[in-house]
């Protein structure tokens, strides 16, 4: 028999911070129960309190008897446990026994203790002590994919020497390839006789496929979540594997508790939060890179598709299996120590006029005026990134600091007539090496400090590793005699980037040896402004 475990408060949580409303869930609950789900994992027990996070992060018994759980669910209500919280042996039991009471006085019956591969031999005596409380016990091997399959024989012999009752696999990064499956299910039973799960993610959209093909190749237990609600893409959606089966899920009329349940909760929150599969989760799939580093971004303005391509693309450079949410900035990560450059702009710039080049339609519309404002003043244009709105004769130089962003750019750069001024050494040899063969490259560097402006010869202290604040470190640092803008409409209000612009304008015109700065064209940034009509 298959057992089918629903673990949509759980893996649904990364969206919401767990905090799904009470009624939601006890309708939740209904459903699934006229389902004959065997098992709800009904969220994570924890004692990590650093943030807020709604009461399924936490999953306390006393909180859990509130809820309206039906018979058929009773001694079917499963936890997960993350490893890294018991994988230190001195402090393993104490932990244990201040997350979790006996079996007889919690509505849980299940624990899951989710581990990666070095984690997992010290987290294997926790089983030994959550049975003799009465508890069922399952693990979650994590990242699958990165595990040889030497690796994975080791462990499954491990595991057979303690009461666990159920031994999962979990696709973590979602590129796991169904004709493979047959080959990781064999590894784990070179050393394991027990029973046999798998948490598929759907970054691929093979969630489901793959779910079958491990069924087919002997794993009885099987994850899913009502709309695939999970993190990143999530998970195999219940409602189709459900309907997959026939033979177990006879009654269509089970499902319609459950397809109420979506139209009236899930699909409203699916288009807030925006999970499913689409392309950017596929090639973090194909690249074998954690799903949050795609989800994170994907929720916040200040990345757009360019960046998007350019972080998966560096991540595979530099290892993206492991969520760690610093490395979302290697840019700005690359700058925190005083890295100089080789450059100085005072050689070009000193006591001349600079004209910054944005990206806003403001350079389309006022597009010849901008052009004429150049011949008549005869400024050192410097463009941002790989815009080309401006005609290219007119533009001196082109700047551009974030790895991310350029590595999305590079063949653009590779085009373009221009010098690039940027930090060479936050690079990857490979990219330093593309660039220097065909590009007349100005290497200035960048250093970051919050609130914080300061000009050097060579590279130029700034609040924030955006373009935007290390032009204006170049302009400083080179000794230009005055500062125009055009291009910087601003975002809408509540839009990230225009936050974190604003900032950035904020801090430069508190600087009292920053240079002045005028926008010529309309922006939304409290910034100096002149008409470009009136030159």
Known sequence: MIKFLDCTLRDGGYYNNWDFEENIVNEYLSSINSLKIDYVEIGFRTLKNKSFKGPFAF?????????????????????????SEIAEPKTQTSNLKKLFNLKSKSPVSLVRIACHAHEFKNCLPAAKWLKKKGYLVGFNLMQITSCPLKTINELSKKASSYPIDVLYFADSTGGLNPEFLPEIVKAFKVGWKGELGIHAHDNMGQAILNTKQAINSGVSWVDSTVTGMGRGPGNAQTEYLALSFKDRFKDEKNFIKLFK???????????????????????????????????????????????????????????????????????QNSY??????????????????????????????????????????????????????INQKFINARAACRP?????????????????????????????????KKKNLLNFGISIKNNSFGFYKNYSKVPSSLVVAYALGIANSGKAKKIFLAGFDGYD????????????????????????IISITPTKYKIPINSIFSY
């Open 493 to 516: 209000f509540e839009d990230q980037r225009f936050k974190i612009n604003e900032q950035i304008f904020k801090c430069y015109l508190n600087t009292k040896i920053a240079k002045p």
């Open 261 to 331: 349940l979506i139209q009236k909760y899930f699909d409203p929150m699916k288009k807030i939060y925006n999970w499913g599969i689409n392309p950017f989760y596929f090639i973090a799939g194909q690249k074998n890179i954690h799903p949050s580093y795609i989800q994170e971004m994907m929720q916040d303005n200040s990345y757009n598709e360019e960046d998007i391509l350019g972080v998966i693309e560096t991540l595979n450079l530099k290892g993206g299996n492991k969520f760690i949410l610093d490395n979302l900035d290697m840019g």
């Open 59 to 83: 999953s306390k018994d006393n909180y859990l008897k509130r809820l309206s759980i039906p018979k058929g669910l009773k001694n079917k209500i499963a936890v997960m446990l993350n490893g």
């Open 336 to 389: 925190l120590s005083d890295t100089k450059g080789s450059w100085q702009p005072k050689k070009i710039i000193k006591d001349k006029d600079v004209l910054i080049l944005g990206s806003g339609s403001g350079l389309e519309k006022y597009k010849k005026d901008i052009e004429d404002f150049i011949k008549r003043k005869s400024p050192y244009v410097i463009a941002l990134n790989a815009q080309s709105k």
């Open 404 to 436: 991310t962003r350029l590595l999305a750019d590079i063949d653009e750069h590779l085009r373009l007539p221009q010098p690039l001024i940027t930090p060479l050494y936050s690079f990857p040899d490979n990219v330093k090496k593309k660039l220097m």
